[in-house]
């Protein structure tokens, strides 16, 4: 079974940047693509971006500027970096796989989440 | 960006009918349309994709259907684990979007 686990500061001071890093157990990262989800405290919930296992990526246009996602096969892991963080980017923070569902590819397994709250 | 719209936004039933919940597009996505349960606490959980098709291990009272940019996720008979929030997700064009939700609640 896979299991996905988000770590990294629960904390963050506006205009820094916000670092997450999930590991990925139970299966390998290669040959998947993996993504990053937020969802403010009581809202919905917002894609960030994906990178496939081989390092390509994409990211949501309205977090783009300010997004990386990044991999490391051989911890089989992956990251995101969010730069200058405001209040508004205060959410929890699922890292999350997309399984080949069809032609396309749906997300099937979730970290639990990590709540980020900005805040000086 | 495709922006999806959830009716209604809470819905109150009770254990035993039937639930209809609906999913509008701004534009086409083709049938690249997922639905997601998720309970308080937990991350969300793939039922349907491709908007009918039912994911692994869910409950056959769960089924998808489209028209045109209308999606409808149908509930047959409600058990008591079902009351949750369901989100509607969008994979036809990018980026990728979800619906605002609807609470399912216990009347």
């Known amino acids: 079974q896979v299991q996905l686990q988000e770590s990294g500061p629960g904390l963050v001071k506006p205009s820094e940047t916000l670092s997450l890093t999930c590991t990925v157990s139970?299966?390998?990262?290669?040959?998947?693509?993996w993504s990053w989800i937020r969802q403010p405290p009581g809202k919905g919930l917002e894609s960030i971006g994906f990178i496939y296992y081989d390092g390509s990526t994409r990211y949501n246009p309205s977090l783009e500027s300010r997004v990386t996602i990044s991999v490391d096969t051989s911890k089989n892991q992956f990251s995101l970096k969010l730069s200058s963080v405001s209040a508004a980017d205060t959410a929890l923070y699922y890292c999350v796989r997309y399984g080949a569902y069809g032609d396309r590819h749906y997300f099937d397994y979730w970290g639990q989440g990590t709540l980020v709250t900005v805040s000086s | 960006e495709i922006v999806l719209t959830q009716s209604p936004a809470t819905l109150s039933l009770s254990p035993g009918e039937g639930a209809t919940l609906s999913c509008r597009a701004s534009q086409s996505v083709s049938s690249y349309l997922a639905w997601y349960q998720q309970k308080p606490g937990q991350a969300p959980r793939l039922l349907i994709y491709?908007?009918?098709n039912r994911a692994t291990g869910i409950p056959a009272r769960f089924s998808g259907s489209e028209s045109g940019t209308d999606f409808t996720l149908t509930i047959s008979s409600l058990e008591p684990e079902d009351f949750a929030v369901y989100y509607c997700?969008?994979?036809?064009?990018?980026?990728?979007?979800f619906g605002q939700g609807t609470k399912l609640e216990i009347k």
């Open positions: 139970g299966g390998s990262i290669s040959g998947y693509y």
């Open positions: 997700l969008q994979r036809g064009n990018w980026p990728e979007t």
């Open positions: 491709d908007a009918s």
